[in-house]
């Protein structure tokens, strides 16, 4: 409840009132693999940036796209060449590597990466960097994450789905407990970044590991809501079951690689509080999905054995089958739980609604996501966390998507 009641917020925006004194040099590295649907707008929005066009530039890494991908960002090139626009077209090395790449000739004070299906908002610059000046640990600001005209219902359940986690990491925020930059233009102070050593190629999820590896050398992460960037979510299940079990696969990796941090009163509340639960989120999933799973099994053998005692004869069961209701044998403390959880989830969405400054009604009747939010997607992540203790047992390799 502390959490809710902190000034941290309050102090940032008092800095969002403030202007830039002066413009320092910026890079926007767009790494890119198999983007042809998408990356023209990407490109259109840090064109669009407001932002003098001598203190910008863009490098673009295409990372061995096999699709139009290079085509289209050559031609946005040559269509607009008051922009300072570099391409670099490499091997298929991976998003780490891109990004390093970059950065080596990268010119920028700051610098923002932007996935290449990701669409920035034109005042993120004037509000963003004003907020590296209010603490010199500052060394990342990430800005507020949207879904980008989310159509059908997947996509409005991961519509609900970053709303609600976004309230989360403005909680985490106010203490310094911010654990992923993600992706869609989060900023970084160049120097810092390359002292630490760069980005991680080996991990599957960089952004991830990279904002671990800024906490461990007690530098901050900024969040701010002032500022928005929409991206483009997986249409369906089978492509978001890919893209959730590398985000939490990794997740768990890498806290087994700084697991030292865990626990750890150095690192304050970002060791004692963040680092646990990145690994007891899953384990509780796990454990409650293997409780229902077992539920069930003992659920069909009930009824198989009962089969087995009339000789499989369906119709006898069924002639026999009577309701003994008792209102005293309702399992009230159960219900009471689901009742309490059910209701705290609610306040949290609303919460996390007015958080973001959205409406419910924002893409019309989105009833049917709510209700598949609520009930259904429990169990889709419950799968997730199966399959990556699946991965972790039978050591498979993690892949990217």
């Not at 997740?251 to 150095?266: E, G, T």
């Not at 198989?304 to 004869?313: E, G, R």
């Not at 209700?371 to 993690?398: D, E, G, L, Q």
Request: one cysteine or more; aromatic letters at 14%; proline letters at 3%.
């Amino acid at each position: 409840m502390l959490v809710l009641f902190s000034s941290k917020e309050e102090e940032l925006r008092g800095v969002h009132d403030k202007k830039l004194e002066h413009f320092p040099m910026f890079t926007a590295i767009v790494p890119a693999y198999n983007e042809e649907e998408s990356i023209r707008g990407t490109l259109t929005s840090l064109a669009e940036l407001e932002y003098p066009l001598e203190k910008k530039e863009i490098i673009v890494v295409n990372d061995g796209s096999h699709d139009g991908t290079q085509k289209i960002v050559e031609d946005f090139i040559a269509a607009h060449p008051e922009q300072n626009i570099t391409l670099i077209n490499q091997e298929n090395s991976g998003k780490g590597r891109a990004l390093n790449v970059a950065l080596e000739i990268a010119k920028g004070e700051f610098f923002a990466c932007l996935d290449a299906d990701s669409f920035v908002s034109k005042e993120a610059l004037q509000v963003m960097l004003p907020l590296f000046y209010t603490d010199e640990k500052v060394a990342a600001v990430c800005p507020l994450l949207k879904v980008k005209r989310p159509k059908n219902i997947l996509q409005k359940v991961q519509w609900y789905e970053y709303i609600i986690n976004m309230f989360y990491r403005s909680l985490n925020a106010r203490i310094d407990c911010v654990h992923v930059t993600p992706g869609p233009f989060s900023m970084y102070k160049t120097a810092i970044i390359r002292k630490i050593g760069g980005y991680d190629e080996t991990t599957i999820t960089e952004d991830l590991e990279i904002a671990i590896r800024m906490q461990k050398f007690h530098y901050r992460i900024l969040q701010t809501f002032e500022t928005s960037v929409e991206t483009v979510t997986p249409q369906n299940w089978k492509a978001l079951f890919r893209q959730r079990v590398r985000w939490y696969k990794g997740s768990i990796d890498n806290a087994i690689v700084y697991r030292k941090l865990a626990f750890n009163k150095k690192y304050g509340d970002f060791g004692m509080l963040r680092m646990p639960t990145m690994v007891f989120s899953g384990v509780i999933a796990v454990v409650l999905a293997g409780t229902l799973i077992f539920e069930l099994f003992k659920a069909l053998r009930q009824w198989f054995s009962s089969l087995v005692a009339v000789n499989f004869d369906i119709m006898t069961l069924i002639k026999t089958f009577t309701i003994n209701f008792n209102i005293l044998s309702l399992p009230f403390s159960k219900m009471l739980i689901a009742s309490t959880l059910f209701c705290i989830s609610i306040i949290i969405m609303v919460m996390s609604f007015r958080n973001v400054r959205e409406r419910i009604t924002n893409y019309g009747k989105t009833w049917m996501a709510m209700f598949t939010y609520i009930f259904i997607y429990s169990i889709f992540m419950s799968t997730v966390w199966m399959y990556i203790a699946f991965m972790f047992v039978s050591r498979k390799k993690n892949f990217w998507m």
